[in-house]
């Protein structure tokens, strides 16, 4: 780690940065990973570094959806690896959900590194893909999935998509949730749910909000209630507004 003093300004996001470049080094997160990193700290900067009203809509939405769901699974690549592994390990335990390993940047061994890095900081089980099912509609290699895990799911969480996965995981019929701070990307405007903020805030966020769900008949109100196009359109309008600049 860097030594950055507590009192510095940028503390919190040269943290972030520390955590990335960990990843890096460790073997964990691919080197591409740097360059999300710097797309999402742009966009992170013109919502103030904050959780927006946006979010906060998105994060009570997905947390209900997620509730609901017969069979989540939260996927987890070299970057959010990096960033979130106790929350990730935590929603897996709110939603008794497993959590995958789907990286789109092959570089051997990496997805055992994400594994045995999950289970050193506390994660019980944690799925690889396998050659034995395959996503639809996807030649990358994200669309090789656990047959038990995102082969199965009717729900999964997905943050920091690259876009094609998002988009074959919709044509087959499955609904996904993401985290990406930039409202036009593909994966932002193909998911079911889309809760643009900073994956580091809004993933304890939203294991607070699914703890509160008592009622999930109500909650399902909620839901339905709920229209993403509507949502990311705030986002952007937020941005556009330049409230924060
Ligand atoms: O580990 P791998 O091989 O699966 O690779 C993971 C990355 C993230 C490198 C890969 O999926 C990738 O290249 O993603 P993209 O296409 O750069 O998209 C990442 C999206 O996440 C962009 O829209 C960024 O703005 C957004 N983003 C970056 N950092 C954060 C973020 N969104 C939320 N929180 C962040 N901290």
């Known amino acids: 780690m860097s030594d950055v003093p507590k009192t510095h300004p940028r503390y919190l996001s040269l943290t ?4 990335i470049v960990r990843g890096v080094e460790q073997g964990i997160t691919s080197i591409h990973g ?24 998105a994060i009570h ?3 209900v959806m997620l509730c609901l769901a017969k069979h989540p699974v939260i996927s ?3 970057s959010v690896a990096a960033l979130v592994p106790e929350d990730l390990i935590e929603l897996g335990q709110v939603l008794n959900a497993p959590l995958e390993v789907n990286i789109f940047h092959t570089e051997t061994g990496r997805e055992q590194k994400i594994k045995d890095h999950l289970l050193k900081h506390g994660a019980k089980e944690v799925l690889l893909p396998s050659t034995e099912a395959a996503l639809d509609y996807i030649d990358s290699n994200r669309k090789f999935v656990h047959p038990e895990g995102i082969f199965k799911a009717d729900v999964v ?11 074959a995981l919709r044509k087959m019929g499955k609904d996904v949730v993401t985290v990406d701070l930039n409202p036009m990307s593909r994966t932002a405007q193909q998911a079911s749910i889309t809760i643009v ?5 809004a993933v304890p966020l939203l294991v ?3 703890k509160k ?20 359109e705030e986002a952007l309008k937020h941005i556009r507004r330049g409230e924060n600049i």
């Not at 740097?34 to 809509?57: N, P, S, V």
């Not at 109100?221 to 949502?231: D, E, P």
């Open 157 to 167: 969480f997905v943050p920091l998509e690259d876009g094609d996965r998002c988009e």
């Open 16 to 19: 972030l940065r520390d955590k």
């Open 76 to 78: 987890v690549n070299g």
């Open 213 to 232: 769900i008592s009622d999930k008949t109500k909650a399902q109100t909620l839901i339905s209630q709920y229209c993403n196009r509507t949502v990311l």
């Open 197 to 201: 903020d900073n994956v580091v805030r």
């Open 61 to 63: 939405a997905a947390a």
């Open 208 to 210: 607070d909000q699914i």
């Open 34 to 57: 740097l360059i999300a990193h710097g797309r999402g700290e742009a966009f992170d900067y013109l919502i103030a570094e904050k959780t927006q009203h946006f979010a906060t809509a």
